[in-house]
């Protein structure tokens, strides 16, 4: 019986696993390439809109803190637009456009981007503006004409080299208002901490325009200082620039040494009042407030082009899982095909030859290859079985053709008389040509399916009695005893279906093969069985079998010939001759009557006790 394929070594599950494993690859390489790319572009696209918007913001944001209105912003919004391919509007907070990079017909955007306000805006759109939201290039009043400009430059430079020479390392920044102003690697204004040689407060001594814009701006601010609650002397001079170090830092520098005491509170509303003052002192020199709109035109469709890197990761990554898919379809289908192959190889082979195939899985490729081999086993087997059999029908057959051709050929000859007992010899050599005849026809028809049977209810106990009383003569002959044995069982059942008193088995068979099959076993049974020995058939009923046993006391079977005992032309004896040893037919015969009548036989024996042949047969009751 061939063992079941283990699950995970099927052919079917085999195929499948390779599919799937090559088909998640190819779905997780895809996804993950098109994540990645996508969110690289997107993040891209993103990042660099993000920072055209901050620019064009900032730029926008500058214009306005420098003009004092919008009229000539159109010039510089085309400029942008052109440089970044987006559209740019401004409009005022109601809506009335300012300047547009497209046409004046073209709807705007539903949302404004951003608001562009240099006195309202934040550290991101323009670093510098810290906490005051003051974009710091709204200068207003402290804008330095050209000639305090130059004298401020020449202060800068004579107090760089005063640090150079103090092992101070500085550079001059010129600030919005056109100030100058000492920066070190840091970026601290001022240096850091001054030298003592060098802090002469000449360079941040506040000039004329200064000085006229910081009294402005004292102005703006007084009656809110004076609301605050604290005794706040006087705004005095700042760096202009109004970063970390502004006028309110400065102011509360002098409030310490002055030993004013204040809140927290009450700091953080003058810092208000400072703000609120700029603002008021800086609104007509910068432009009014104003909303951003960008886009990409009437026309345009958003969209991100797909990077070079990124085209080529994709062919690369594509080309990969299509090479691993080629390269695994290849390793499998070769592995598939070489059992295959060898197997068409095997089978095109001349047939004599019978030729075998390597077994290498244990698949169905595998189990086929076994299953090739059986068939070439038995093709074999049946070769040398049909070749022996046509040797043992033309033995079977010359023998008594020989002898009765001789004595023909002599009594033709006058060398012996046609007397009563060379006729007799004759018949005999006669009947047993006629037998072996008879054997070759009943298993041509069993093999062919063609053995006609008669079946009616027969009894167990009947059948064994004319078997015995049909070979008592030869059993006597050859000195065997010959014995019966039937068991009865209760509860069985007649040929009417009633049950029988005695509970003999019947069956349902024909009664000529049944006898022909079991004379077939006694006559073998006595060939075999030496003077004084026993042969019993018995009968029994077990489970819905009816058993027949034929047992004898002879000289056995070797266990290496036990298989073959039913095959056709075997003899214990190859010696023995047809008219001593049989023809080597009657098991074989007996196995296909059984068959027939759907039933099994076998033979169990021992060398030098005996030998026992079991039919079971269905039951009729």
């Known amino acids: 019986m061939t063992r079941p394929i283990p699950l995970r070594k099927r052919l079917l599950v085999r195929l499948l696993i390779t599919s799937v494993l090559i088909a998640i690859c190819s779905v997780a390489a895809t996804a993950w390439l098109a994540v990645e790319t996508t969110t690289r572009a997107i993040q891209e696209e993103q990042g660099q809109v993000l920072t055209e918007d901050m620019d064009i913001l900032r730029q926008l944001s500058g214009y306005a803190a420098t003009h004092r209105d919008w009229s000539g912003v159109g010039k510089t919004v085309r400029a942008l637009s052109d440089r970044t391919g987006r559209r740019i509007a401004l409009t005022a907070p109601d809506r009335t456009p300012i300047a547009d990079s497209e046409t004046r017909d073209t709807a705007l955007p539903p949302r404004a981007a951003a608001a562009v306000d240099p006195l309202h805006t934040d550290t991101f759109t323009e670093p510098g503006a810290q906490r005051t939201g003051i974009d710091p290039r709204a200068v207003g009043p402290f804008?330095?004409?050209?000639?305090?400009?130059?004298?401020?430059?020449?202060?800068?430079?004579?107090?760089?080299?005063?640090f150079s020479i103090n092992?101070?390392?500085?550079?001059?920044?010129?600030?919005?208002?056109?100030r100058s102003v000492l920066v070190d690697e840091d970026g601290t204004v001022d240096g850091g901490q001054v030298p003592t040689p060098c802090a002469d407060g000449v360079l941040?001594?506040?000039?004329?325009?200064?000085?006229?814009?910081?009294?402005?701006?004292?102005?703006?601010?007084g009656d809110c200082l004076k609301g605050v609650g604290g005794k706040f002397p006087s705004l005095f001079a700042a760096t202009v620039d109004f970063t970390d170090r502004s006028m309110l830092t400065r102011y509360l520098g002098r409030k310490a040494e002055t030993g004013i005491d204040t809140t927290r509170d009450q700091d953080k509303k003058a810092q208000e009042c400072v703000d609120r003052a700029r603002r008021q002192q800086l609104e007509p020199y910068v432009a009014p407030a104003a909303e951003l709109f960008l886009g990409r035109g009437d026309s345009a469709v958003p969209h991100f082009d797909m990077s070079a890197a990124n085209k080529a990761k994709v062919t690369g990554v594509a080309g990969l899982v299509l090479a691993l898919t080629v390269a695994v379809t290849v390793l499998v289908a070769t592995r598939l095909v070489r059992p295959l192959r060898a197997l068409t190889h095997a089978a095109q082979q001349p047939p004599e030859q019978h030729v075998r195939v390597p077994v290498t899985t244990q698949d169905e490729t595998g189990i086929l290859a076994v299953a090739f081999n059986d068939l070439a086993d038995r093709r074999e087997r049946m070769e040398a079985q049909r070749k022996a059999m046509v040797a043992d029908i033309a033995h079977e057959l010359r023998t008594p053709l020989t002898n009765i051709r001789g004595w023909l050929e002599v009594t033709r000859d006058g060398v012996v008389d046609p007397d009563p007992e060379l006729l007799a010899s004759l018949h005999d050599e006669a009947v047993v040509l006629q037998r072996v005849i008879d054997?070759?026809?009943?298993?041509?028809?069993?093999?062919?399916?063609?053995?006609?049977?008669?079946?009616?209810?027969?009894?167990?106990?009947?059948?064994?009695?004319?078997?015995?009383?049909?070979?008592?003569?030869?059993?006597?002959?050859?000195?065997?005893?010959?014995?019966?044995?039937?068991?009865?069982?209760?509860?069985?059942?007649?040929s009417d279906g009633s049950g029988d008193s005695d509970g003999t088995p019947w069956l349902d068979?024909?009664?000529?093969?049944?006898?022909?099959?079991?004379?077939?076993?006694?006559?073998?049974?006595?060939?075999?069985?030496?003077?004084?020995?026993?042969?019993?058939?018995?009968?029994?009923?077990?489970?819905?079998?009816?058993?027949?046993?034929?047992?004898?006391?002879?000289?056995?079977?070797?266990?290496?010939?036990?298989?073959?005992?039913?095959?056709?032309?075997w003899r214990a004896e190859k010696s023995r001759s047809r008219r001593t040893g049989g023809s080597g037919l009657g098991l074989s015969i007996v196995r296909q009557l059984v068959t027939a009548h759907g039933g099994t036989v076998t033979v169990t024996s021992e060398l030098g006790a005996g030998s026992v042949f079991t039919l079971r047969l269905p039951d009729a009751g």
Not at 143 to 162: D, F, N, Q, S, T
Not at 204 to 214: Q, S
Not at 545 to 564: K, Y
């Open 143 to 162: 804008r330095l004409p050209r000639a305090e400009r130059e004298r401020v430059r020449l202060l800068a430079e004579k107090r760089r080299a005063c």
């Open 167 to 178: 092992g101070v390392e500085t550079t001059i920044t010129q600030m919005p208002s056109g």
């Open 204 to 221: 941040n001594t506040p000039t004329a325009t200064e000085e006229k814009a910081l009294t402005e701006l004292n102005t703006y601010a």
């Open 439 to 494: 054997d070759l026809q009943d298993l041509a028809a069993a093999d062919a399916g063609t053995l006609r049977l008669h079946r009616e209810p027969v009894r167990a106990d009947e059948l064994l009695e004319q078997v015995v009383a049909a070979h008592r003569v030869a059993a006597e002959g050859a000195g065997v005893r010959l014995h019966m044995s039937v068991a009865a069982a209760q509860g069985s059942h007649g």
């Open 509 to 569: 068979a024909d009664p000529v093969r049944m006898r022909q099959a079991l004379g077939n076993l006694v006559s073998n049974a006595i060939r075999h069985t030496p003077a004084d020995g026993t042969i019993t058939l018995s009968c029994r009923r077990q489970d819905d079998e009816v058993v027949f046993e034929v047992a004898d006391t002879g000289s056995g079977i070797a266990p290496e010939d036990l298989p073959s005992v039913f095959e056709r032309f």
